[in-house]
Protein backbone atom coordinates (compact mmCIF):
# COMPACT_ATOMS: atom_id res chain seq x y z
CA UNK A 1 0.00 0.00 0.00
CA UNK A 2 1.45 3.02 -0.90
CA UNK A 3 -0.38 5.33 1.05
CA UNK A 4 0.53 6.41 4.43
CA UNK A 5 -1.74 4.85 6.75
CA UNK A 6 -2.49 8.35 8.87
CA UNK A 7 -4.69 9.81 5.98
CA UNK A 8 -7.17 6.70 6.84
CA UNK A 9 -10.24 7.30 8.58
CA UNK A 10 -10.65 5.35 11.18
CA UNK A 11 -12.59 3.10 10.24
CA UNK A 12 -10.85 2.79 6.79
CA UNK A 13 -7.91 2.18 9.57
CA UNK A 14 -9.60 -0.80 11.46
CA UNK A 15 -10.67 -2.60 8.39
CA UNK A 16 -6.97 -2.73 7.47
CA UNK A 17 -5.87 -4.02 10.72
CA UNK A 18 -8.43 -6.60 10.24
CA UNK A 19 -7.70 -7.93 6.74
CA UNK A 20 -4.09 -7.97 7.65
CA UNK A 21 -4.62 -9.71 10.95
CA UNK A 22 -6.96 -12.54 9.73
CA UNK A 23 -5.57 -13.04 5.99
CA UNK A 24 -4.28 -16.25 5.13
CA UNK A 25 -0.61 -16.14 3.58
CA UNK A 26 2.13 -13.55 4.43
CA UNK A 27 2.36 -9.90 3.86
CA UNK A 28 4.75 -7.54 4.19
CA UNK A 29 3.75 -4.11 6.37
CA UNK A 30 6.64 -1.33 6.78
CA UNK A 31 5.14 1.51 9.13
CA UNK A 32 7.05 4.24 11.88
CA UNK A 33 3.51 3.01 13.66
CA UNK A 34 3.93 0.45 16.43
CA UNK A 35 0.51 0.93 17.93
CA UNK A 36 -0.68 0.01 14.10
CA UNK A 37 1.66 -2.98 13.48
CA UNK A 38 0.94 -4.20 16.83
CA UNK A 39 -3.07 -4.65 15.98
CA UNK A 40 -2.00 -5.67 12.52
CA UNK A 41 0.42 -8.03 13.10
CA UNK A 42 0.41 -11.81 14.60
CA UNK A 43 4.18 -12.03 14.46
CA UNK A 44 6.92 -9.84 13.19
CA UNK A 45 10.40 -8.50 13.49
CA UNK A 46 10.83 -4.89 14.95
CA UNK A 47 14.35 -4.06 14.52
CA UNK A 48 15.73 -1.98 17.31
CA UNK A 49 17.78 1.60 17.12
CA UNK A 50 21.15 -0.34 16.63
CA UNK A 51 19.87 -1.97 13.20
CA UNK A 52 19.46 1.24 11.72
Known amino acids: MGVSITHLGES???RL???L???RG???A?????VF???AATSGS?????AL
Open 17 to 19: EEH
Open 21 to 23: RTR
Open 30 to 34: VSHDR
Open 12 to 14: ALS
Open 37 to 39: LGR
Open 26 to 28: AAV
Open 46 to 50: FPGPA
